[in-house]
């Protein structure tokens, strides 16, 4: 019997050897190799192959805010497989009515407030994300932040990456 993370392991010779008693050591590479027919075959996730290394994109602006919000876009991929993609905008002084929104190449929307947006206050955040898991057509992603007025949106900030 293997105990996970075994710090024991009872071995199977009992059941072919009816005078040897069961016995209960340490778990140690020769005992594991013995079970296992001369070939080590532990598993654990720490050993399982990892996934790729995930490159991020991260760029921040205040755009025309005047330094009231910073928006960032940020990607996490791998090449153009593209794990997330997130915009935040953030309001540091004066509370703003905002809507976000990431587009695709070609003006693609692939993620975006609901219309009319939302009010945000000093010190709070409007954050969406953009979860596709697969490997996106090449070309400009890019985030915008516009401020909301009225029935018109006018764009403060916008930051692009090209996948």
Do not use: E
Not at 3 to 31: K, Q
Not at 52 to 64: D, E, Q, R, W
Not at 104 to 121: E, V
Request: charged share 10%.
């Amino acid at each position: 019997m293997l105990f996970a993370f075994g710090l024991s392991v009872t071995t199977a010779m009992a059941a072919t050897r009816p005078s040897a008693p069961a016995t209960t050591s340490p778990l140690t590479t020769a005992s594991v190799s013995a079970l296992s027919g001369g070939q080590a075959r532990l598993t654990s996730y720490a050993t399982a192959q990892q996934p790729a290394a995930v490159a991020v994109f991260k760029h921040c602006t205040t755009g025309s805010s005047g330094g009231n919000i910073t928006t960032c876009f940020t990607i996490y991929h791998n090449g153009r497989y593209v794990r997330v993609m997130r915009l935040s905008a953030c309001v540091h002084h004066t509370q703003r009515h905002l809507f976000l929104d990431i587009i695709g190449p070609h003006n693609a929307p692939l993620a975006g407030n609901d219309l009319p947006g939302f009010w945000i206050s000093p010190g709070s955040c409007d954050i969406i994300t953009y979860h596709p898991f697969h490997t996106v057509p090449a070309g400009t992603y890019c985030g915008h932040t516009y401020r909301v007025s009225g029935t018109q949106l006018a764009l403060i900030a916008k930051v692009c990456a090209k996948l």
